[in-house]
């Protein structure tokens, strides 16, 4: 089946065709279809934000996978100092956080990660085919920035550091579209922007300057002395080195349109002579909560060890993700995850003990396989994949449950043909003083009352199932 997907370089869904059945790509031959995913820097807890970020680039590959591609998947892990805002300037964030936790920048990044890399396994998220650091890949970053520099794209700011001409690149910040051309106007108008030594308001830092008076951690030697590189080129450096200069995807959050994604596409199509840099620009939306910013003031930047605290497995979260196409914002609330626990819960319900192993050229043509290609193939709609799962187990047959099994052991991997546990919980003397009646009221023939006694344990969340001499009481 045909895969659209939503390109952010067109503002539009389109066939994805990968560069190596692509007639117009000129570069060396590929047997792979190569993404990138940008990661953030490893200096804290990742939020249930960026975990989103990490579950689209899990999603984007697991389709790919599904489709029958050989991907080669790349997410970089920027293990590197870089600065606590999005322009050139600030306090470097490892540092910052290794200054606060008494160890040092190295041992930041390496708990970080590792903290990070848990996450992914307990959210069921298979490691990346490379996952490079920055700090290993020094030599290649600062080749580019000379090449750059050979190229007259560069300008040295005096006890800053070297920066991008972006006046010299021809459509720079087109990813900015649609109103890009006025965006920059803006900017260049005078829309307050830190200017410092800059030349223009877009332009970017390749490499910082050690500043004389004090010491980083992070810092390194260079042609230009020492100094750390700017945060954009280390996403050029890696995913050329990993994926060629010209590769099929680059996927990132939606906050990346506007800044950080621009300047990697200028410094690499200056760099490698090449356009486009990259086929498909993929962006995902991003998590609110409460139907806003997460933001620490706030106090509602979650985390998944605040998600096991109240009680939700990782693969309730899982669960959540699917429930929003990855390119719509999706509000997180605890009755939205309390509702995506419910759900998961009783289709693990309604498949314990039917796990079927069937080849998949036997399922084929059945409607529900063909429902679920349909909805992933249109730009991972994976609401619309959960619903027809969902429609589906109305009326089960042997395939439907074959056809879910290959469903979870490739794409959900939600546990759901595991068997559940029943949680222990107390059922309160109301509800069964209820029960009691109805059972009464059964015996006497009165099946109104029993109704509604039925009725009023549903109101308070449980739910009584007659047995042959007596009844059983669960959760709702
Ligand atoms: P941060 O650590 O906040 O700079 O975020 C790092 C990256 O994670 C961002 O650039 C986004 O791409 C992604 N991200 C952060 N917050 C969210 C969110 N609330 N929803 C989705 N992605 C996010
Ligand atoms: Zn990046």
């Known amino acids: 089946m045909q895969l ?17 059945e692509d007639p117009n790509y000129k570069g060396p031959k590929k047997d792979f279809v190569g993404m990138y995913s940008c990661w953030p820097t490893v200096y804290r807890d990742p939020s249930i934000g960026n975990y989103r970020a990490t579950f689209t680039a899990d999603l984007i590959r697991n389709t790919l996978k599904l489709l029958g591609y050989n991907v080669q998947a790349v997410m970089n892990i920027t293990d590197v100092g870089h600065l606590v805002s999005d322009a050139d300037d600030g306090e470097d964030k490892l540092e910052k956080w290794a200054k606060r936790e008494g160890i040092t920048a190295r041992e930041v990044a390496q708990k970080y990660e590792k903290i ?9 998220i298979d490691e990346f085919n490379v996952m490079p650091r920055a700090t290993e890949h020094i030599e290649e970053q600062i ?7 050979e190229k007259w794209y560069t300008y040295t700011v005096e006890w800053d550091g070297i920066y991008m001409d972006t006046s010299k690149v021809e459509n720079y910040g087109e ?62 450096a890696m995913s050329s080195k990993y994926l060629w200069h010209q590769f099929d995807i680059h996927h990132g959050g939606a906050d990346h349109i506007t800044i950080h994604h621009p300047n990697e596409i200028a410094q690499s199509e200056c760099g490698f002579d090449v356009h486009p840099r990259v086929k498909y620009r993929i962006h995902n ?20 060890k605040d998600i096991e605290a109240k009680g939700f497995s990782p693969l309730d979260l899982r669960y959540f993700y699917f429930m929003a196409q990855y390119s719509n914002f999706q509000n997180f609330t605890w009755d939205q995850l309390e509702a995506a626990k419910n759900t998961r ?26 429902q679920i290609m ?25 395939t439907t449950y074959a056809i879910i ?24 003397a109301e509800v069964i003083a209820f029960a009691d009646q109805r059972v009464e009221a059964k015996k006497s023939k009165d099946f109104a009352l029993a109704d509604e006694l039925r009725s009023k344990i549903t109101e308070l969340w449980f739910q009584v199932k007659d047995t042959k001499d007596s009844y059983e009481i669960s959760k709702l």
Not at 9 to 17: A, G, H, S, W
Not at 353 to 368: A, G, N, V, Y
Request: charged share 30%; glycine share 6%; proline share 5%.
């Open 143 to 149: 080749a580019l920035v000379k090449t750059l520099e």
């Open 405 to 428: 099994t290959w469903l979870e052991d490739n794409f959900l991997k939600l546990w759901l043909f595991e068997t559940i546990v029943e949680e222990k919980f107390d059922i309160p």
């Open 285 to 304: 939306e991003f998590l609110q909560v409460d139907g806003g910013k997460m933001s620490k003031s706030l106090g509602n930047v979650y985390n998944l």
């Open 4 to 20: 659209y997907i939503y390109n952010t370089l067109t503002r539009q869904k389109e066939e994805f065709i990968p560069l190596m």
């Open 345 to 370: 819960h009783s289709l693990i319900k309604k498949l314990q003990w039917k796990k079927t192993i069937q080849d998949k050229k036997d399922f084929e043509s059945d409607p529900l396989f063909q």
């Open 374 to 398: 349909e909805a992933i193939c249109d730009n991972m709609n994976t609401p619309k994949l959960l619903a027809a799962v969902q429609w589906a187990l109305n009326t089960a047959t042997e």
């Open 116 to 124: 990070f890399k848990e996450g992914m396994k307990l959210l069921h």
């Open 175 to 236: 990813l900015m579209w649609p109103n890009y051309k006025k965006r920059l106007a803006d900017l260049n108008a005078g829309e307050r922007v830190e200017m410092g030594g800059k030349k223009h308001p877009t332009d970017f830092a390749l490499r910082k300057f050690a500043p004389e008076n004090e010491k980083r951690q992070m810092e390194r030697d260079s042609p230009w002395g020492r100094g750390f590189p700017g945060w954009h080129i280390e996403c050029s």
